[in-house]
Structure formats: C-alpha cells, structure tokens
C-alpha cells in the first residue's frame, strides 16, 4: 500500500527535528503543501471556499496513493473546516504533540528574554465526536 504524508502547516518539513521526520516517514511518503494566509476579515462562506480548494489540492498531491494522512495546524476555523471535509471523506488529518521547554532569562542589560523550544512527542489524530457525554 503506498501511503502519503501531507504537511499542511507553516513548518516545511525540511525544517523538522529528526524525530518529527523519521515519525511522519512512516506514516508515508512525506510531501509539502504551504498553509495559506487566510485573511481575517473574510467570512465564513470564503473559509469553506478555501477548505474547498484546499481539499482539491490534497487529492491532487495524493492521486497516487492508496492512504492519505494530513498534518493540518493553522488558522483556526480553516483548519476546522478543512479537517471535517478530509475526514467526512476518509482521511486520516492528525497533529503533531509537542513537549514546550522554557528557558527564561535576563540579559545584561536587565531585560527579561524568554525562549521557547519545542521537543517533538507525537502525531495524534483529529476525532470527531470522542468527547461526547
């Protein structure tokens, strides 16, 4: 079975630690589509246009594979939107979990300086209706 890894995030994955990597090759075959900058001043209506769009772009990248998995962080209500039409057609759309590690600091000069850095855990997968009473 050939499988795709879709990157949809801002992060190109030839950015990613060596952990974050080898995960997403096994999940399949790791190819980027850059995250668009969505305007926060279009409605509800262009957000599903673009979703829309989006998802066309999805199945072009993945034409030639039998499983698609997505990696979708952004804006959220595209990032909404899109995830609901990927997996209301059998898409898997996942997130990548990340351990935040902060240094906090103050520099000679007496201002405080604060760096975060990001330590890759894992993917886990959007679900939909998992937390229902």
Known sequence: ?????????NHPSSGWGREQLAAAQQIGVVK??????VDPEIDETEICRLA????KKIEDLSR???K?????EGEYTFTYALT?????????????????????TMDSKGDY???????FIRFRKYQEGACKK
């Open 1 to 9: 079975m050939k499988s795709i890894f879709i990157n949809l995030s």
């Open 32 to 37: 980027d589509l850059p995250f668009p900058a």
């Open 52 to 55: 829309e769009d989006y998802y």
């Open 64 to 66: 030639d594979f039998d």
């Open 68 to 72: 698609v998995t997505v990696l979708l």
């Open 84 to 104: 609901s039409l990927l997996k209301s057609n059998g898409i898997d759309v996942i997130s990548a979990c990340s351990r935040r590690e902060v240094i906090e």
């Open 113 to 119: 300086e604060r760096m975060s850095k990001f330590r």
